[in-house]
């Protein structure tokens, strides 16, 4: 999308939510999520170690959910938790973790039928033009963004952020970003990870530290360009929660959000 002709319409049915990226009259993109389904990836928790498998090199974790997660050796950062062992190579899941363990764990795939979710303790938080990574030193530029021009300048403003504890890959929308506004992205982050450990060290019980946005934000949050000229949504409640995170990290834009309370359906006043 690169003309000033686009909108984001938002519909929010009792069972599902549909956005719509719209440029002039065509439709460039279609999400629809089911509201019924009780989505987790992104959400981050205090755990309890319940099982160590050396087997399959795993551990089951219990985050207060009602089936225990899964763990592989592979998701886990052992800049935060340090094999018990002497010399090199890879270490066993038994040398990392052991039953009754406290472990701050964040789900990569939810759920499925009888299968817990996976989890990972290589957190990451994704920002409007960052995504932070705390205890890591993996940060670089989107594979997406391919201009090796482009790629050169925004590893160079990587350093400009500065962090001893954290690193941070700059997303595709942040490519024509300051390095203000990149910091500016970068320092909300390490706020919200800051809670998020305060949390995780007063709460001796497993359960919700940090809750991944729902679709509407996180769409918006990952796909709201400067060249977007409305974004409509049919629903108050819905509208209420945009505008909180407009008026959070695009104060400027705010005039371009719409409540539409027409009789005809949202979609059907754009055809």
């Known amino acids: 999308m690169t003309n000033k002709d686009q909108k984001i319409l938002i519909n929010v049915e009792d069972d599902e939510t549909r956005i719509a990226f719209i440029n002039g009259s065509k439709l460039e993109n279609l999400h629809i999520e089911q509201t019924h389904r009780s989505q987790k990836v992104g959400n981050i928790y205090c755990g309890k170690v319940v099982k160590v498998q050396p087997s399959f090199q795993a551990a089951f974790i219990n985050y207060g959910e009602a089936r225990h997660g899964f763990l592989s050796l592979s998701d886990i950062n052992f800049q935060v938790y340090k094999p018990n062992r002497q010399g090199r190579g890879k270490p066993s899941i038994s040398q990392v973790l052991k039953p009754g363990q406290k472990i701050l764990v964040q789900v990569i795939k939810d759920e499925?039928?009888?299968?817990?979710?996976t989890l990972t303790t290589n957190i990451s938080l994704a920002g409007r033009f960052i995504v932070y990574m705390p205890d890591s030193d993996r940060g670089g530029v989107s594979r997406k963004i391919e201009d090796e021009e482009?790629?050169?300048?925004?590893?160079?403003l990587l350093k400009g952020l500065g962090s001893e504890d954290a690193s941070a890959i700059i997303r595709t929308v942040g490519v024509d970003r300051s390095l203000t506004e990149l910091k500016r992205?970068?320092?909300?982050?390490?706020?919200?990870?800051?809670?998020?450990?305060?949390d995780h060290d007063d709460q001796s019980i497993p359960g919700l530290l940090y809750q991944e946005e729902d679709a509407i934000v996180r769409m918006i949050r990952d796909f709201y360009n400067d060249d977007?000229?409305?974004?409509?949504?049919?629903?108050?409640i819905a509208f209420q929660h945009v505008l909180e995170f407009f008026q959070a990290q695009i104060p400027k834009d705010q005039k371009k959000l719409q409540l539409y309370l027409g009789e005809k359906s949202l979609f059907a006043s754009y055809e």
Do not use: C, Y
């Open 112 to 117: 499925i039928a009888h299968k817990g979710a």
């Open 150 to 156: 482009q790629r050169t300048r925004l590893r160079h």
């Open 185 to 198: 992205d970068f320092t909300n982050l390490r706020r919200t990870w800051n809670e998020i450990k305060s």
């Open 228 to 236: 977007v000229a409305e974004v409509v949504i049919d629903e108050p």
